[in-house]
């Protein structure tokens, strides 16, 4: 299984962040697994973002204040998210993950964002 992150590198605050994440190898057509965005900003840790599953099911942190929309796409094997309203905290590099029983057992490499003016 292989997940690779797209989008942009750079977005300017009060935008929208939109990523992909292309899942390959097979598996993303099932619900036993959930495929979840998580960030990680400098200097700080991991956090969970949020997870849709193949059918569409969906689940945020609730401390991203509902900025935050996942979507997936069957036909291309594709997850997205979108976060409105990105200010300089949003800095992160971003990654996807599957998520197994709430154990992540495969990541994409993970992609940096900076929002910045």
């Known amino acids: 299984v292989q997940l690779q992150e797209s989008g942009p590198a750079l977005v300017k605050p009060s935008q929208t962040l939109s990523l992909t994440c292309t899942v390959s190898?097979?598996?993303?057509?099932?619900?036993?697994?959930?495929w979840a965005w998580i960030r990680q900003p400098p200097g700080k840790g991991l956090e969970w973002m949020g997870a849709?599953?193949?059918?569409?099911?969906?689940y945020y942190n609730p401390s991203l204040n509902s900025r935050t929309s996942i979507s997936r796409d069957t036909s291309k094997n594709q997850v997205t998210l979108h976060l409105v309203s990105v200010t300089p905290e949003d800095t992160a590099v971003y990654y996807c993950?599957?998520?197994?029983?709430?154990?992540?057992?495969?990541w994409g490499q993970g992609t940096q964002v900076t929002v910045s003016s």
């Open positions: 993950a599957r998520d197994y029983r709430n154990q992540f057992d495969y």
């Open positions: 849709t599953s193949y059918s569409g099911t969906t």
């Open positions: 190898g097979g598996s993303f057509t099932t619900n036993y697994y959930y």
